[in-house]
């Protein structure tokens, strides 16, 4: 299987073992509608192995297995996602190449396997969901990364997790909420009523040390105290209050010509692409609307001179299609003209109801070259959105010479 794709199920009970040249903890969540946990009884792991038609065991050929028995699960789950996490303290998937083979249960014979590609700094991940679609049961391969291991998945999809005391060499963020991936390394959780934490005789996990990055955010920013200014390379969730912003935004861009420079034809643009970072569509000054009307473009400006956005593109998120998990905003010279002869180039994203601006990336260096991936918006596992910006320079002169780079900028 491939990112995204997915299977009916032939079996009516299926073992997902997943195994990998290291240990790994897996885990197995019933999700209800919400995309959340009914209690922490759905959380079916190691030293909890038992859930409502969800079993944990250890895998006859190593790993662990998440064995769903389909006629057992109770009427209000609609997923069970099937996670793993290193055992290791400080280890990161990086060179590590878990795979999720999906079994009949009864028979041992073998229905999916799948390998997450292009692994990195993730300390844990969702490897497959077994879901209902239309009273049947079918597997999807997702290969959703974390960067903070088996707390960041339990608290995403709602488990309690208690924070244990701030040790020196993993203090625990204090006031910290619960968000979608990718996050800055968590404590590990605690246990409570005697269920959490490892094995008996296991050291307890540890939170890996927090990547080295140019513009590395302190912390999860979210849209709760108002708008957000990014630097190249940091992260905003599209969370106020709680809850993900699912209405329409306006990405807007703007550039001005440098200091003795000519008027500069700049064309802004968005490519969608799938799961598999495949490109869905694109929109841009000579296709104003995809996705149905999901996306629409302002149109073309010619000059780049003038006050406020040169052009816009506005995203209705809650009416993407499902097959549509990443969005990058890019901006291209078709003139040949360099970014070095560009001032002031920014792209803000603002309610398109209100006109408030949530989040600002301003450039601050510009290079030789004809295009621009401005910011992009990855839509997490749980639902919401989580914008990034890029300031990455390559030489395209249009948005088809961009679809490439930026699939591999996602």
């Known amino acids: 299987m491939t990112p995204g794709s997915n299977l009916p199920l032939s079996a009516v009970r299926v073992a997902v073992d997943v195994t990998a040249p290291v240990r790994l903890d897996v885990s197995g969540l019933l999700l209800a509608a919400d995309g959340k946990v009914r209690s922490d009884d759905d959380f079916v792991f190691y030293n909890q192995p038992a859930g409502p038609g969800v079993t944990h065991s250890a895998a006859a050929g190593g790993g662990d297995t998440i064995t769903v028995d389909t006629a057992a699960v109770p009427d ?12 290791t303290p400080g280890a990161t998937f990086a060179g590590t190449e878990p795979t999720g083979t999906v079994r009949n249960a009864d028979d041992g014979s073998v229905l999916a396997s799948f390998t ?9 991940l969702v490897v497959v969901e077994i879901y209902r679609r239309a009273g049947a049961w079918k597997v999807r391969a997702v290969g959703q990364g974390y960067a903070n291991g088996l707390a960041g998945i339990a ?19 204090p006031g910290a909420a619960p968000q979608a991936p990718p996050a800055p390394p968590a404590p590990a959780p605690a246990a409570p009523a005697g269920q959490w934490g490892p094995p008996t005789g296991a050291p307890a996990p540890v939170a890996p040390p927090a990547p080295a990055a140019p513009a590395a955010a302190p912390g999860k920013i979210n849209l709760d105290k108002g708008r957000v ?25 703007g550039w001005e010509p440098a200091f003795r420079s000519k008027s500069i034809d700049l064309d802004a643009s968005v490519i969608a692409y799938g799961p598999d970072r495949k490109k869905v569509d694109n929109c841009f000054f000579g296709k104003l609307m995809i996705l149905g ?21 506005t995203v209705h998120l809650g009416g993407l299609p499902p097959e549509v998990t990443g969005l990058v905003f890019v901006v291209n010279s078709f003139s040949g003209q360099k970014f070095s002869d560009v001032a002031k180039a920014y792209c803000r994203l603002l309610d398109a109801q209100s006109g408030e601006e949530l989040v600002r990336f301003d450039l601050t260096h510009s290079e030789p070259r004809t295009g621009v991936m ?29 679809v490439k780079p930026a699939g591999q900028a996602l």
């Open 155 to 173: 608290t995403d999809f709602g488990v309690s997790v208690e924070e244990p005391a701030a040790a020196p060499q993993a203090p625990a963020a």
């Open 293 to 313: 009307g999901a996306i629409q473009h302002s149109g073309d400006n010619l000059t780049g001179e003038g006050a406020g956005d040169d052009e816009a593109i």
């Open 76 to 87: 209000g789950i609609e997923k069970i996602v099937v996670t793993a996490s290193l055992d």
């Open 229 to 253: 200014s990014l630097q190249k390379n940091q992260t905003v969730s599209l969370v106020k209050g709680g809850r993900p912003l699912l209405t329409s935004v306006r990405m807007g861009l």
């Open 116 to 124: 997450p590609p292009q692994l990195g700094t993730e300390t844990a």
């Open 374 to 402: 401005m910011a992009k918006l990855i839509r997490q596992f749980s639902g919401e959105w989580e914008m990034t910006a890029l300031g990455e320079y390559v030489d395209a002169r249009t948005v088809r010479g961009m």
